[in-house]
């Protein structure tokens, strides 16, 4: 099956630590995409990369940081400058550029303890 | 700001009727998107609208795009229970841009 897998689903961090998010995509997509998502509010792009090995800052990019190693993968570290870590966390990737039609990952549910 | 705005915020209908949603955006687009969400689950995609396009049908969905009035709306028509969800917009503004989501609407269908 192809498609777009997050980890965990839920996760739980203690204030100061730094916690890192999985996406791993199969559908062979060059772009890819973290979305913060808060109750009763629409997503937010945190870190976008349209290639391998290169990434771009997206509206709320502070206190987090990205990799693009591989075409499949691109992990989200929430860093403990992030003062409001506690949120919905959504992958996502598309073929080509942003304009694209966009597959989402499950999502991870990040709460701060 | 947040470029796309869907109107109403919520919405509750009886199964079988129809269900229209909104979006107004400001600026020129490339094209808009609208996506469904599940509670607590990623997002769908459910059907894109070119600039030059005024209409598309998906199966019971038909969007249509009006340039001159910055908005968009999505008809469901004859609505599921299964329909229950957050409707999104997103917009794009050029072919390599990013997508711009607004906050969504809550459709409840009643069984």
């Known amino acids: 099956d192809g498609g777009i897998t997050q980890s965990p689903k839920y996760l739980f961090r203690k204030e100061g630590q730094n916690v890192t998010l999985s996406c791993e995509q199969n559908l062979n997509h060059d772009a890819m995409y973290w979305y913060r998502q808060d109750p009763g509010q629409g997503l937010r792009l945190i870190y976008y990369s349209q290639i391998v090995n290169d990434f771009q800052k997206g509206d709320i990019a502070e206190g987090y940081s990205v990799s693009r190693e591989k075409k499949e993968s691109f992990p989200l570290t929430v860093t403990s400058a992030q003062k409001n870590p506690t949120a919905f966390y959504l992958c996502a990737s598309s073929l080509g550029g942003g304009a694209l039609e966009q597959f989402f990952g499950p999502g991870t549910r990040l709460t701060v303890l | 700001s947040q470029q796309g705005e869907e109107d109403p915020q919520a919405l509750s209908i009886q199964e079988g009727e129809n269900a229209t949603m909104n979006c107004s955006y400001k600026t020129s687009i490339n094209n808009l998107q609208w996506y469904r969400q599940n509670s607590g689950r990623g997002l769908v995609h459910l059907i894109l609208?070119?600039?030059?396009?005024r209409e598309k049908h998906s199966g019971r969905l038909r969007v249509t795009l009006d340039t001159s009035k910055k908005s968009s709306s999505l008809l469901i028509t004859a609505s599921r229970a299964a329909d229950t969800a957050s409707y999104f917009c997103a917009t794009s503004t050029g072919a390599n841009s990013k997508l711009t989501f607004g906050k969504g609407i809550t459709l409840s269908v009643r069984p």
């Open positions: 609208i070119r600039s030059n396009e």
